[in-house]
T-cell receptor, first 113, second 115 residues
Framework: DQQVKQNSPSLSVQEGRISILNCDYT??????FLWYKKYPAEGPTFLIS?????DKNEDGRFTVFLNKSAKHLSLHIVPSQPGDSAVYFC????????????FGQGTRLTINP | DAGVIQSPRHEVTEMGQEVTLRCKPI?????LFWYRQTMMRGLELLIY????????DSGMPEDRFSAKMPNASFSTLKIQPSEPRDSAVYFC?????????????FGSGTQLSVL
């Protein structure tokens, strides 16, 4: 059973516009959430995280929103740039640490010039 | 820092053969993780070690899979015998400490193809 779901395998956005990547989770024990970014032939790299005590965390062009009641989080990228083209993984953990991270399937984001 | 180093980058083998994947974590990191990436399930945790000791291997799919960490700078993931359904990208990752702001650092992965 997939506890963390990214229902959109791919997303295409025009350069300069907003990219919104979505993630749903089923385990109410999750209280720490992360986004990882992966380029081809490379391993995933950490992008941004949020604790369940917050509903928003911002880092430059990247903002993560958390809706605990809906068990939903989203990653907003504004403005989108060609270098943002990558696969984005959502991950969740019942504790604030790496040992119990559960990842989603990933969403391939393509930014068109 | 060279980051997490995995070898080989690509492995093509025939069904029934033994496959060994290797990982060198970042120096000073005390936790090491093996993940498998597939299209259907994304990144799945297979096993992780703290201070060279296996902590949770509940993600290891079958007894055909085994992992060792003989010292703080080396780990292996072995599949014996391999099957076509094992074809995937296998990632090794390491981290330091626990708790606030702990992050995983991934290697570049091993692309395994079992024919």
């Amino acid at each position: 059973d997939q506890q963390v779901k990214q229902n959109s395998p791919s997303l295409s956005v025009q350069e300069g516009r907003i990219s919104i990547l979505n993630c749903d989770y089923t385990n109410s024990m999750f209280d720490y959430f992360l986004w990882y970014k992966k380029y081809p032939a490379e391993g995933p790299t950490f992008l941004i995280s949020i604790s369940s005590i917050k509903d928003k965390n911002e880092d430059g062009r990247f903002t993560v929103f958390l809706n605990k009641s809906a068990k939903h989080l989203s990653l907003h990228i504004v403005p989108s740039q060609p270098g943002d083209s990558a696969v984005y993984f959502c991950a969740a953990s019942p504790i604030q640490g790496a040992q119990k991270l559960v990842f989603g399937q990933g969403t391939r984001l393509t930014i068109n010039p | 820092d060279a980051g997490v180093i995995q070898s080989p980058r690509h492995e093509v083998t025939e069904m029934g053969q033994e496959v060994t994947l290797r990982c060198k974590p970042i120096s000073g990191h005390n936790s090491l993780f093996w993940y498998r990436q597939t299209m259907m399930r994304g990144l799945e945790l297979l096993i992780y070690f703290n201070n060279n000791v296996p902590i949770d291997d509940s993600g290891m799919p079958e007894d055909r899979f085994s992992a060792k960490m003989p010292n703080a700078s080396f780990s292996t993931l072995k599949i014996q015998p391999s099957e076509p359904r094992d074809s995937a990208v296998y990632f090794c990752a390491s981290s330091v400490g626990q708790g606030l702001n702990e992050k995983l650092f991934f290697g570049s992965g091993t692309q395994l193809s079992v024919l």
